[in-house]
């Protein structure tokens, strides 16, 4: 059985974005990360998970059990905040040992688990000092440590390596990774950076306007969006407006075959990885607009026949004339659902 | 570049000396002007002669200060005055400080207005205030009641006592309350150990001026008080009025002293920006 | 919706309290002599009803305002304070602005020195700041002493408007310069100095970048500043002339040497409209800013 089941879930009225029928399980020691774009309703979700929003309908059950009558402090949930994370005026031992000193533990016990956490998180000698004279990344690591004491059975994070600078972000992004994996904590994680979500997660919840438009785990995610927004929002994506026409999918100066399911005459959405353009000896003719190095591999601008642009990551040589090829294309449909992914052999067919 | 040309006008204000030159002046001259009228007070209290016109006095002397503390009135006064304006400051915070809680933290119809209200009625001129009070509590027995003369003076401090708090509270992070609320802590606990604790300076910013304030409060306790209860300030009317000038001066040292030692030990909550949040600043 | 419901609630029970005292202790009262000042006449009410010249009507009758307003006198008295009153409040601004620039763009122990000189008035009572300044400026005060030895000839300002006016912006000081100091504090360092890299002076980047940014503040301390220096009695019956008097000073005696209550009951009603303007013009200008802003 799931550790935390979201049934129906809503919230109509709610400042951070609503959230409209939300179905999700999250199982014992998994990581769910929560992606979308601000206001998309994540956090909303997110904080009615914690018990600080009451859903207008639906149900949120841990262990099979409802938690919608407990208040906050009741449930087995620790969060971690995007910001104002730790108490200024108290230092960060009691920070840490606050909530242990509401449960009455012992003194001795309150002082084994204060040191235990703070050595988990790699700040022993910090006890002492004030959250005024610890960096951000340091505080975010007590908070994670003032959540973990406590021992929830599912840790909430709503953003919170976002007000750091991008090099710590990514290091706490790794540390966070490693401990997830040696303590094992179930956790949620909203963030709205893709690339925090597809190196935490054991599976993606994409969010739009309330909605979840995929939730799977990150290959999947980055592999076979579910949807046309998707596609655009996770990784970078060309993506080109087209037309089903007399049996082909005609985009740009793209021709490719039809997949099943779509009719003629309707507007469809191709979607390109970078990396799956390639220059070749066959395909459509571009001009190459400009070239970044970035290190391991190039990005290249193209400029096609009929002025659109495109993207295109290789480590091979960048002719400033050619020929492209896609090796793989992603195929949306006016609704904007997947249609189909059109793999090398189903390209070789066509013919500009 | 026209424009700019207009500035050299002013040439002086070019050469580097001369601008800090001016600037000290500048500030000399507040210097004087804030301290001054002060000092001449302090030279006055220990003057025995002191004749026109001489700079310093003739003659120093101590028998001004003996007179005041052997003036019955003095110690009389002293009680009445630090036996009401702490009592007015403790009701203010019963009156004004959950108010300032829920004005910050509560949605209640009406909010706004209420919050502006208080402000409109505390622009009334005082002194009309004090009169129609006055009638009022002749009906209700408090002329020349202790608790009139505390009521009369709660009157100037309610806004202070309400908005500055009320910023106080806006100020502490609501994240802060949420994470207290997720380590096991009821809406009372986070009440007491984290939203209280972090918006005490500005309720002691409130609290100092509502003391100083009903410290100074004369013209309502005239009025109210009057002829039993005279506090510091009243008494110091009726000095000024009719004895000769140390005998002022020494009472105002007197008068400013517990003041002076609540400066030292507020001026740095004061210059925080508690106040200057309290009336809508930022 | 039953939580909010509760909280509204209790949210209006809290919020009554202040609201409730201050309705006991100002609003009835001002009501009580707004009716006086009509021409109701309380019977029980012996402060009231024995007060000579009264006019009592049981009808509302704006006679005394009447009597009040054409009395040459009383005019005088509206005249001056309204001059006492705009002198003040620009003085006000003008020092108080001196000193919080000080205090935020002045070299480092100037702002200092600044920071701790200003607070000083907000702990001397004003009794005792009135006396000082009749010691230091009063006719053969230190002053004139100081004068009199370089030779140069004195005129006392105090029992005149500039003593009113300098004890009143004296006794501001503290308060206006605490709240614009603010305003500049919050003012982001990186506007000025992009005023500064533009190749603006000091004096352009005061009108052109810090008003303007600071328009709140100054609006708050010029509103407030100018209903308190409107009702003030200390400060212009210590240091104020006779006659014309301040309309605070003229309150005092029509109720107790003139003892006719119902003229300085009006009179309250009159400077309270006047505040009233003050208070109605601040809250015009800051909806305006917050508009813009």
């Known amino acids: 059985m799931a550790l935390l089941e979201l049934t129906h879930l809503q919230k109509q009225y709610a400042n951070l974005g609503v959230v409209r029928d939300l179905n999700l399980e999250v199982a014992e020691g998994e990581v769910l990360c929560l992606l979308g774009p601000s206001g998309c309703g994540k956090t909303t979700t997110l904080r009615m998970v914690a018990g600080f929003l009451q859903p207008d309908g639906g149900d949120i059950r841990m262990d099979g059990k409802s938690l919608l009558r407990l208040p906050p402090e009741r449930r087995p949930t620790g969060m971690v905040f995007q910001r104002y994370t730790l108490w200024p005026h108290m230092s960060v031992w009691h920070n840490v040992a606050f909530g242990l000193g509401l449960r009455r533990r012992p003194r001795a016990e309150i002082e084994q688990r204060v040191k235990d956490v703070l050595e988990l998180v790699g700040l022993p000698e910090m006890a002492r000092r004030y959250p005024a004279q610890l960096s951000g990344g340091q505080q975010q690591r007590i908070a994670l440590a003032r959540a973990l004491v406590l021992e929830p059975r599912l840790l909430l994070l709503d953003e919170p390596f976002a007000n750091l600078d991008a090099q710590l972000r990514e290091r706490m992004r790794d540390e966070l990774l490693s401990l997830q994996r040696r303590v094992g904590i179930t956790m949620i994680f909203v963030t709205h950076d893709q690339a925090e979500a597809l190196v935490l997660a054991h599976r993606i919840a994409v969010m739009r306007e309330g909605n979840l438009e995929q939730i799977a785990a990150p290959d999947e995610i980055y592999n076979r969006p579910a949807t046309r927004f998707v596609a655009a929002f996770v990784g970078t994506m060309n993506l080109l407006e087209g037309k089903v026409s007399a049996g082909q999918v005609i985009a740009g100066p793209f021709r490719f075959p039809v997949p099943s399911g779509l009719k003629d005459g309707e507007t469809v959405t191709l979607a390109i990885r970078p990396e799956d353009l390639a220059f070749a000896s066959g395909g459509f003719p571009v001009r190459t607009v400009q070239v970044a190095n970035l290190g391991h591999y190039r990005r290249a601008t193209l400029q096609t026949s009929e002025g659109g642009e495109l993207l295109a990551f290789t480590g091979g040589e960048i002719p400033s004339e050619g020929l492209v090829q896609a090796s793989r294309v992603l195929v949306y449909g006016a609704s904007g659902k997947l249609a189909g992914v059109l793999e090398p052999q189903a390209l070789a067919q066509v013919k500009p | 570049m026209q424009p700019v040309r207009r500035l050299e006008a002013v040439w002086f204000m070019r050469v580097p000396q001369m601008r800090r030159a001016l600037l000290w002046i500048l500030v000399l001259a507040l210097g004087f002007f804030l301290l001054m009228p002060l000092l001449t007070l302090v030279l006055w209290a220990f003057a025995d002669v002191w004749r026109y016109p001489s700079l310093l006095p003739q003659m120093y002397s101590l028998k001004w200060w003996n007179w005041v503390f052997h003036n019955g009135n003095l110690g009389k006064s002293a009680l009445w005055s630090f036996t009401t304006a702490p009592v007015v400051v403790l009701l203010a915070w019963v009156i004004c400080l959950p108010a300032a809680y829920a004005f910050s933290r509560l949605n209640f119809p009406g909010k706004r207005f209420f919050f502006v209200a208080l402000l409109a009625a505390d622009s009334f001129p005082r002194f009309g205030i004090y009169i129609s009070v006055a009638t009022l509590f002749f009906q209700w027995g408090l002329i020349g009641n202790y608790w009139g003369v505390v009521l009369v003076q709660l009157i100037n401090v309610i806004v202070t006592m309400t908005w500055i708090p009320t910023a106080g509270f806006d100020g502490v992070p609501r994240e802060l309350e949420e994470a207290a609320r997720d380590s096991g802590a009821n809406p009372l606990q986070v009440f007491w150990r984290v939203t209280l604790p972090l918006a005490l300076p500005s309720i002691l910013v409130a609290s100092i001026l509502a003391f100083l304030s009903a410290f100074d409060e004369a013209q309502g306790t005239l009025v109210v008080g009057a002829p039993d209860i005279t506090t510091l300030p009243v008494l110091m009317y009726s000095l000024v009025a009719n004895y000769p000038e140390p005998v002022g001066a020494v009472f105002s040292i007197l008068l400013s002293i517990p003041n002076l030692l609540l400066l030292i030990f507020a001026r740095r909550i004061l210059l925080s920006g508690y106040l200057a949040a309290g009336f809508g600043v930022r | ?293």
């Open chain 3, 1 to 293: 919706m039953k939580n909010s419901w509760r909280e509204a609630l209790i949210g209006l029970c809290l919020a009554a309290l202040p609201v409730a005292a201050m309705f006991v202790l100002v609003v009835l009262p001002a009501f009580e002599g707004l009716r006086f000042s009509l021409g109701y006449v309380p019977g029980d009410n012996p402060a009231y009803s024995t007060g000579s010249h009264l006019v009592t009507s049981s009808t509302p009758t704006l006679e005394v305002y009447r009597t009040l307003l054409s009395s040459p006198f009383v005019q005088a008295d509206l005249r001056l304070t309204l001059t006492v009153t705009l002198f003040t409040v620009l003085l006000i601004l003008l020092v108080g602005y001196s000193l919080a620039l000080l205090v935020r763009f002045g070299p480092g122990r100037l702002g200092a020195a600044v920071r701790s000189l200003y607070l000083i008035p907000m702990f001397v009572p004003v009794v005792i700041a009135a006396y000082a300044f009749i010691t230091l400026y009063g006719s053969r005060g230190w002053l004139d002493a100081l004068l009199h030895h370089v030779g140069i000839g004195y005129r006392s300002p105090i029992y005149g408007i500039p003593g009113i006016v300098m004890g009143l912006v004296w006794s501001h000081l503290p308060f206006a310069t605490l709240l614009l100091g603010s305003g500049l504090d919050a003012l982001p360092e990186e506007q000025v100095e992009a005023a500064r890299d533009s190749g603006a002076g000091f004096l352009s980047i005061l009108w052109r970048i810090i008003l303007p940014l600071n328009l709140t503040p100054t609006m708050i301390v010029a509103a407030f500043s100018g209903i308190s220096v409107l009702g003030s009695y200390t400060v212009p019956a210590l240091l104020g002339p006779n006659a014309p008097q301040m309309v605070g000073v003229a309150m005092e005696q029509y109720f107790g040497a003139y003892r006719q209550p119902q003229g300085a009951v009006a009179l309250a009603m009159i400077t309270f409209a006047l505040a009233a303007a003050i208070g109605a013009l601040y809250v015009w200008g800051i909806s305006r800013t917050r508009r813009h802003g």
